[in-house]
């Protein structure tokens, strides 16, 4: 009998343990979010009924429950991007790090020249774009596809050069207000569009471009950099955070992990 109660209360225990997990991990990607400040306001009306239930008002109680269940509903509607991103990360496991790095041992010979040839591409045509203040987005897809944006864009399949980042992107381009999508080794597309960011605690000095970067990698884990048009500092967007003010050292590091991880 003992023994009954016991495992009774260590299942207890444990489903309170991964409910609290659970939450964790909700907050910390949903946080600064609409989604975020949504939720809680629901689990504000489920406490209520569940306080309105315990003192004896049951009309009130119903009232505040059936408004927690289908403002679930509809916020699971409304906020699909932020629920991607969630399963999205769940997603990238060890098992699929594993399973990348195997393939990457076969191949490794046949694209080691590629890959440092275009790390040193784009790392030139970031910094030269810096220099000179000219505004630009530079997506690198991974696992996750991107049709919808890359629909949004201008065709291009060229390979990865310096002069042609820097070309999409001179102002006297019509392609040089969207974003670049880097796919397979080539750039795929140009002039794109991309979903702005609605995160409230991204840094109040950024502007559409780097919240419209942040965006993506909000839906996706593509990885994105980002010059400032009006700086002309080098940042670096992924799983909804950026980093601002890259120096070459970085970069290359940044580089290689996502060559790396591509492959």
């Known amino acids: 009998m003992r023994d009954g109660i016991f495992n009774m209360e260590f299942v207890q225990y444990l489903d309170l343990a991964i409910i609290l997990v659970l939450a964790i991990l909700v907050y910390r990607f949903l946080k600064g979010s609409v989604a975020f400040y949504m939720l809680f306001g629901l689990f504000l009306f489920y406490i209520s009924a569940l306080v309105c239930k315990r003192i004896g008002l049951v009309f009130l109680s119903a009232f505040f429950a ?27 496991n060890k098992f699929m790090k594993r399973l990348r790095s195997v393939k990457r041992v076969f191949i490794k010979s046949k694209s080691q020249d590629r890959e440092k040839n275009q790390i040193n591409a ?17 997506v690198i897809q991974q696992s996750s596809y991107l049709n919808q944006y890359s629909d949004t864009g201008v065709k291009i399949y060229g390979e990865i050069s310096s002069k042609l980042i820097e070309s999409i992107f001179s102002k006297e381009s019509p ?11 080539l750039i795929k597309v140009a002039g794109c569009t991309l979903p702005v960011s609605e995160n409230q605690e991204l840094p109040e000095r950024i502007g ?13 884990d593509a990885v994105v950099f980002i010059v400032s048009e009006e700086t002309g500092k080098i940042s670096y967007a992924k799983e909804g955070k950026i980093t601002i003010g890259l120096d070459q050292r970085m970069l290359r590091e940044k580089l290689n992990r996502i060559y790396e991880a591509v492959l």
Request: aromatic content about 6%; charged content about 20%.
């Open 122 to 138: 784009i790392v030139e045509a970031l910094e030269t774009m810096s220099k000179k203040h000219i505004g630009a987005i530079i």
């Open 66 to 92: 059936q408004f927690a269940k289908y403002g679930l509903l509809i916020i699971t509607v409304i906020f699909q991007p932020e629920i991607r991103r969630i399963l999205l990360v769940v997603g990238r």
């Open 208 to 220: 559409l471009r780097h919240k419209s970067a942040v965006g993506v990698t909000e839906v996706s």
């Open 175 to 185: 392609l040089h207000d969207g974003a670049v999508i880097i796919e397979d080794y």
